[in-house]
């Protein structure tokens, strides 16, 4: 197993790995300032005792794993859609595994023996999720804390975290569920509760998100720092008396004590009270209307008033530095408890998600085998108003190593390239798969290659691009790598694109290459032929019905290939106007009769014929005709031929005049 080393520069992740000559080199970046989301941008590395699966940036894109291909973000990606973790280390847990599914196969059964066994117990499943629930971020507050960049109430709400981490620990420990994985990866794992306890038992129950003096700590814990706040509590009280005994005193009703920061506490009089000023009274400041004045006694007070805030303050940032010391001491503890409790939160939401969901659990094992029963799509399922089509599919690396997909536009073919795809990841990341059955065999990668964009910022062409990624894969590919591809070869001429597209195929397919599981998804019918001389090439087709000059999709895969793309009927639905779409069908009759490059320019037909009116002229009709006027009565007279009736020589006569009628 390689051991990766994380690197905090500034604000940057860095991941750092060890390579072949013991170097270090970089693997992965993500810096929060200017990304976003949970990207991981892997970079080209051979790491072959890795335990994780490669995912680059272009198959997480392709999968829409954290983005849907518009770069949103939420409904449409995959973690949108299998997120049930309950704390925040769960989620970050669950988008580890999306960017780097398992391979290692004791690891992936002891997760899928657990997922099996949290969902077979409804009632422990859900008392371990509702104490989970509790959990906050334990990381981040615990490195908050380290770094004394928290305020009492966050510490507070790490310690509630601690003591609810703490009780999902022992609630996995119990019950009866001592051979469940999850009650061997707590195993050992540190006693948050004294930590807690402590946290609880010293910060108020409501603590200020910043430190004011007074409300920090709660009462009983030091008698110093309570004595303090009573009487610093106790100002209020202890004014309002000595403001009434001095009215009395005075004779003075509307004397009143108040305070600034230059002077403090002070009477104030107004002038036409200031004949009755005692002589202990000491003048501080002349105001239009009033007096301010202060006695020996209101400075005594004022003094231990101040005293006590002061000392109320520097008692309570004692108590709360000592409280930031105990957490840095067990910071390595608390990193540990919420590793388990991030396992112990994804086991469970993949429980609830397979139970929610009908989720199968897959096998997993070292065969080239990838077979799916009845396979869905794990997004569009959720997403579908009705019910989803669901479809099998089965590789390996002999008998069917290449899928070649054929089918209309809309058919559902991305659908079902991705829907593998995805199955693969779910089940390597520890899941149970939408599926009725399903037995995979581990991939190291998986490699995707779907839908078509320019680069401009780099000076791309969508055909450039699609060809760089193309190469990509053909230059890393392994023999345990899952290969996805999506209409290669369309963003240039048809030739040029039917012959890259043939020439890719039987590189994947080559007895000397890496064979890498592949499906293949294409519109060249002509690439169908490839069965014949390519052994471990099977086609598939989505099928399709026509129905009163519409047609039907049925998105199911089954053995076969597909004739047509139906393009012009997917444009009629999608509403181009109908002129176009007449001229269309009378264009596709003509190149499908005869390669359009050999047509003589007079053949071809010019404008006359588009007409954009609901019925078109009769001349348009005939001038769009494939034959001429003898060449249809040839045509019926053909049809009028009785071939069982007519002796050898009498057809060759036949022909002879048909021939010179032409």
Same mark, same amino acid.
């Given at each position: 197993?390689?051991?990766l080393?994380?690197?905090?520069?500034?604000?940057?992740?860095?991941?750092?790995?060890?390579?072949a000559?013991?170097?270090?080199?970089?693997?992965?970046?993500?810096?929060?300032?200017?990304d976003?989301?949970?990207?991981?941008?892997?970079?080209?590395?051979?790491?072959?005792?890795?335990?994780?699966?490669?995912?680059?940036e272009?198959?997480?894109?392709n999968?829409?794993?954290?983005?849907?291909?518009?770069?949103?973000?939420?409904?449409?990606? =995959?973690?949108?859609?299998?997120?049930?973790? +309950?704390?925040? +280390?769960?989620?970050r &847990? %669950?988008?580890?595994?999306?960017? @780097?599914?398992?391979?290692?196969l004791?690891?992936? $059964?002891?997760?899928?023996?657990?997922?099996?066994?949290?969902?077979?117990?409804?009632?422990?499943?859900?008392?371990v999720?509702?104490?989970?629930?509790?959990?906050?971020?334990?990381?981040?507050?615990?490195?908050?804390?380290?770094?004394?960049?928290?305020?009492? *109430?966050? %510490?507070?709400?790490?310690? /509630?975290?601690?003591?609810?981490?703490? @009780?999902?620990?022992?609630?996995?420990?119990?019950?009866?569920?001592?051979a469940?994985?999850?009650? +061997?990866?707590?195993?050992?794992?540190?006693?948050?509760?004294?930590?807690?306890?402590?946290?609880?038992?010293?910060?108020?129950?409501?603590?200020? $998100?910043?430190?004011?003096?007074?409300? #920090?700590?709660?009462?009983?814990?030091?008698?110093?720092?309570?004595?303090a706040?009573a #009487?610093? !509590?106790?100002?209020?009280?202890?004014?309002?008396?000595?403001?009434?005994?001095?009215? /009395?005193?005075?004779?003075?009703?509307?004397?009143?004590i108040?305070?600034?920061?230059?002077?403090?506490?002070?009477?104030?009089?107004?002038?036409?009270?200031?004949?009755?000023?005692?002589?202990?009274?000491?003048?501080?400041?002349?105001?239009?209307?009033?007096a301010?004045f202060?006695?020996?006694?209101?400075?005594?007070?004022?003094?231990?008033?101040?005293?006590?805030?002061?000392?109320?303050?520097r008692?309570?940032?004692?108590?709360?530095?000592?409280?930031?010391?105990?957490?840095?001491?067990?910071?390595?503890?608390?990193?540990?408890?919420?590793?388990?409790?991030a396992e112990?939160?994804?086991?469970?939401?993949?429980?609830?998600?397979?139970?929610?969901h009908?989720?199968?659990?897959?096998?997993?094992?070292?065969?080239?085998?990838?077979?799916?029963?009845?396979?869905?799509?794990?997004?569009?399922?959720?997403?579908l108003?009705?019910?989803f089509?669901?479809?099998?599919?089965?590789?390996?690396?002999?008998?069917?190593?290449?899928?070649?997909?054929?089918?209309?536009?809309?058919?559902?073919?991305?659908?079902?390239?991705?829907?593998?795809?995805?199955l #693969?990841?779910?089940?390597?990341?520890?899941?149970?798969?939408?599926?009725?059955?399903?037995?995979?065999?581990?991939?190291?990668?998986?490699?995707?290659?779907?839908?078509?964009?320019?680069? #401009?910022?780099?000076?791309?062409?969508t055909?450039?691009? /699609?060809? !760089?990624?193309?190469?990509?894969?053909?230059?890393?590919?392994?023999?345990?790598? &899952?290969?996805?591809?999506?209409?290669?070869?369309?963003?240039?001429?048809?030739?040029?694109?039917?012959?890259?597209?043939?020439?890719?195929?039987?590189?994947?397919?080559?007895?000397?290459?890496p064979?890498?599981?592949?499906?293949?998804?294409?519109?060249?019918?002509?690439?169908? $032929?490839?069965?014949?001389?390519?052994?471990?090439?099977?086609?598939?087709?989505?099928?399709?019905?026509?129905?009163?000059?519409?047609?039907?999709?049925?998105?199911?895969?089954?053995?076969?290939?597909?004739?047509k793309?139906?393009?012009?009927?997917?444009?009629?639905?999608?509403?181009?106007?109908?002129?176009?779409?007449?001229?269309?069908e009378?264009?596709?009759?003509?190149?499908?009769?005869?390669?359009?490059?050999?047509?003589?320019?007079?053949?071809?037909?010019?404008?006359?014929?588009?007409? &954009?009116?609901?019925?078109?002229?009769? +001349?348009?009709?005939?001038? =769009?005709?494939?034959? !001429?006027?003898?060449?249809?009565? *040839?045509?019926?007279?053909?049809?009028?031929?009785?071939?069982?009736?007519?002796?050898?020589?009498?057809?060759?006569?036949?022909l *002879?005049?048909?021939k010179?009628?032409?």
């Amino acid at each position: 197993m390689v051991v990766l080393e994380v690197v905090v520069v500034r604000s940057t992740i860095e991941v750092m790995f060890p390579d072949a000559k013991g170097r270090d080199g970089l693997i992965s970046r993500y810096d929060p300032d200017r990304d976003d989301g949970p990207w991981l941008q892997h970079y080209d590395i051979d790491l072959q005792d890795s335990d994780r699966m490669l995912l680059d940036e272009e198959t997480l894109r392709n999968l829409e794993v954290f983005r849907t291909l518009r770069g949103e973000r939420g409904q449409g990606t =995959l973690v949108h859609h299998l997120d049930r973790t +309950a704390t925040p +280390a769960g989620r970050r &847990l %669950l988008e580890r595994r999306l960017a @780097e599914p398992l391979t290692d196969l004791d690891a992936l $059964a002891s997760w899928h023996l657990g997922v099996a066994g949290a969902l077979d117990d409804r009632d422990w499943r859900e008392q371990v999720r509702r104490l989970l629930k509790g959990v906050g971020d334990l990381d981040r507050g615990a490195v908050r804390a380290a770094s004394g960049r928290i305020g009492p *109430a966050a %510490l507070r709400q790490l310690g /509630e975290s601690l003591r609810a981490a703490g @009780e999902a620990v022992a609630a996995v420990r119990g019950g009866g569920h001592e051979a469940h994985p999850a009650a +061997a990866w707590v195993r050992g794992t540190p006693d948050p509760s004294p930590l807690a306890t402590r946290l609880l038992a010293t910060l108020a129950e409501q603590p200020p $998100a910043t430190m004011r003096p007074g409300e #920090v700590v709660r009462p009983g814990v030091s008698a110093q720092l309570d004595a303090a706040t009573a #009487v610093a !509590s106790d100002t209020r009280g202890f004014l309002a008396a000595l403001q009434a005994r001095e009215r /009395e005193r005075t004779g003075i009703a509307t004397l009143k004590i108040g305070y600034n920061r230059v002077f403090g506490y002070y009477y104030e009089i107004s002038n036409k009270h200031l004949d009755k000023v005692p002589a202990d009274f000491s003048q501080k400041q002349t105001l239009v209307n009033a007096a301010r004045f202060r006695t020996e006694e209101l400075t005594t007070a004022e003094q231990t008033i101040l005293d006590a805030e002061e000392c109320m303050g520097r008692l309570e940032a004692e108590i709360f530095a000592s409280l930031l010391a105990d957490v840095t001491a067990g910071l390595e503890a608390i990193r540990e408890l919420s590793a388990r409790v991030a396992e112990i939160d994804l086991l469970f939401a993949f429980a609830e998600l397979a139970e929610r969901h009908r989720y199968a659990r897959p096998v997993c094992d070292d065969s080239l085998i990838l077979d799916i029963v009845e396979g869905r799509h794990p997004v569009v399922e959720q997403l579908l108003e009705g019910e989803f089509i669901p479809n099998d599919a089965l590789l390996d690396g002999d008998a069917r190593q290449v899928l070649l997909l054929t089918g209309p536009n809309m058919g559902g073919k991305s659908t079902y390239l991705r829907q593998v795809a995805l199955l #693969v990841l779910m089940a390597q990341a520890g899941s149970f798969v939408p599926a009725a059955r399903a037995r995979i065999g581990v991939a190291d990668r998986i490699f995707t290659r779907v839908g078509a964009g320019d680069n #401009v910022a780099r000076g791309q062409s969508t055909f450039y691009a /699609e060809m !760089s990624e193309t190469a990509r894969i053909l230059h890393q590919m392994s023999r345990r790598s &899952l290969v996805v591809l999506d209409e290669v070869g369309r963003g240039t001429s048809t030739y040029d694109g039917l012959s890259l597209a043939w020439a890719i195929t039987e590189f994947l397919h080559h007895d000397d290459g890496p064979r890498p599981r592949t499906i293949f998804a294409t519109h060249y019918h002509e690439l169908t $032929a490839l069965d014949r001389t390519l052994p471990r090439l099977v086609n598939l087709r989505l099928e399709v019905r026509e129905w009163q000059g519409s047609i039907i999709f049925l998105h199911a895969v089954k053995p076969g290939c597909s004739d047509k793309s139906y393009g012009i009927h997917v444009a009629r639905l999608a509403g181009v106007p109908e002129p176009v779409l007449r001229r269309a069908e009378e264009l596709l009759a003509l190149f499908s009769s005869e390669d359009a490059r050999t047509l003589a320019p007079e053949r071809l037909p010019g404008a006359p014929g588009f007409s &954009l009116a609901a019925d078109r002229p009769a +001349a348009a009709s005939r001038q =769009l005709s494939l034959f !001429s006027d003898g060449e249809r009565d *040839a045509l019926d007279a053909l049809r009028d031929l009785d071939l069982e009736g007519i002796s050898p020589m009498d057809a060759f006569l036949w022909l *002879a005049r048909i021939k010179k009628q032409l």
